[in-house]
């Protein structure tokens, strides 16, 4: 069945930087645009960085553009975001997802997410 591991959360200080993973399987990664998405306390949902199936395009939140770049390596099946001059808004949790169809059904799958705390 479909897996997304995510990794890499923390806590850092404004203006520090991490970098997130997600271990996929159980599906063919390289088939697939993969997103990631965050929610921070008492917030939506919302779509932070998409990377398209073979990696070369990309499209960013408004928030994040500039400061955050989506990657994949499609040998290893895994997703990165690299995330840079983090700021306090940042905080969230931070998922893995991925939108591929199941029983002819188009479905989301995620993953457990990882907590981002940005404090001083």
């Known amino acids: 069945q479909v897996q997304l591991v995510e990794s890499g959360g923390g806590l850092v200080q404004p203006g520090g930087s991490l970098r997130l993973s997600c271990a996929a399987s159980g599906f063919t990664f390289s088939s697939y645009a993969m997103n990631w998405y965050r929610q921070a306390l008492g917030k939506e949902r919302e779509l932070v960085a998409r990377?398209?199936?073979?990696?070369?395009?990309?499209a960013y939140a408004d928030s994040v553009k500039g400061r955050f770049t989506i990657s994949r390596d499609n040998a290893k099946n895994t997703l990165h975001l690299q995330m840079n001059s983090l700021k306090p808004e940042d905080t969230a949790v931070y998922y893995c997802?991925?939108?591929?169809?199941?029983?002819?059904?188009?479905?989301?799958?995620w993953g457990q997410g990882t907590q981002v705390i940005v404090s001083s």
């Open positions: 997802n991925v939108l591929r169809p199941r029983n002819g059904v188009m479905t989301d799958y």
């Open positions: 990377i398209g199936s073979a990696g070369y395009t990309t």
